[in-house]
């Protein structure tokens, strides 16, 4: 979407603001008038440059304190009280193993050992993947260092939940 995005800037940008570049050639076109089309060159410019901001990852930002981890990614933001959790762990990933296809990837996740069927509903903002029967709920996170920077700040506030 990024590379897209800024191929649509870099072209359509150019064609709004060089309109007369297509020049007069030898076949029949169309006659239009140069504002117009830089007007929409223009808007198809924007919109690749909208497109390339728009794909860029959004930063995870969390904090741990007496309530509990208030939880903010792009535009979802979220509390998970420490009152609606068991146990805590850090998933670390790995690779699908060698030979074996049917192997699942483990990717990085926070999983959390709830204390009641609804935690995935009440926190729908936060977890993107169908619930699955059981306690323990995966927050997927994108990569191993804020799995580990999560799992270390709950540490310090409530060690006792840290499995």
């Not at 649509?8 to 020049?23: K, N, Q, S, T, W």
């Not at 998933?91 to 709830?114: C, H, M, Y």
């Not at 990569?143 to 999560?150: A, G, P, Q």
């Not at 270390?152 to 006792?160: F, G, K, L, S």
């Amino acid at each position: 979407m990024f590379i897209g995005g800024l191929a649509m800037l870099v072209f359509f940008g150019l064609a709004a603001i060089f309109p007369e570049a297509g020049g007069s050639s030898s076949s029949r076109r169309i006659k239009m008038p140069e504002e117009p089309a830089a007007f929409i060159f223009g808007m198809l410019a924007v919109g690749g440059l909208l497109t390339a901001i728009g794909s860029v990852p959004h930063m995870i930002r969390f904090a741990a304190d007496e309530r509990g981890l208030w939880w903010r990614a792009g535009r979802k933001s979220d509390l998970i009280e420490w009152d609606e959790v068991r146990a805590v762990r850090g998933q670390e990933p790995r690779p699908r193993p060698q030979g074996d296809p049917n192997a699942k990837v483990i990717v990085s996740a926070l999983v959390f050992t709830t204390k009641d069927p609804y935690f995935e509903s009440r926190h729908a903002k936060l977890f993107t993947r169908p619930s699955t029967p059981g306690p323990e709920v995966e927050l997927r996170l994108p990569n191993s260092t804020i799995m580990r920077e999560l799992t270390q700040e709950i540490a310090r506030v409530r060690p006792d939940l840290v499995t």
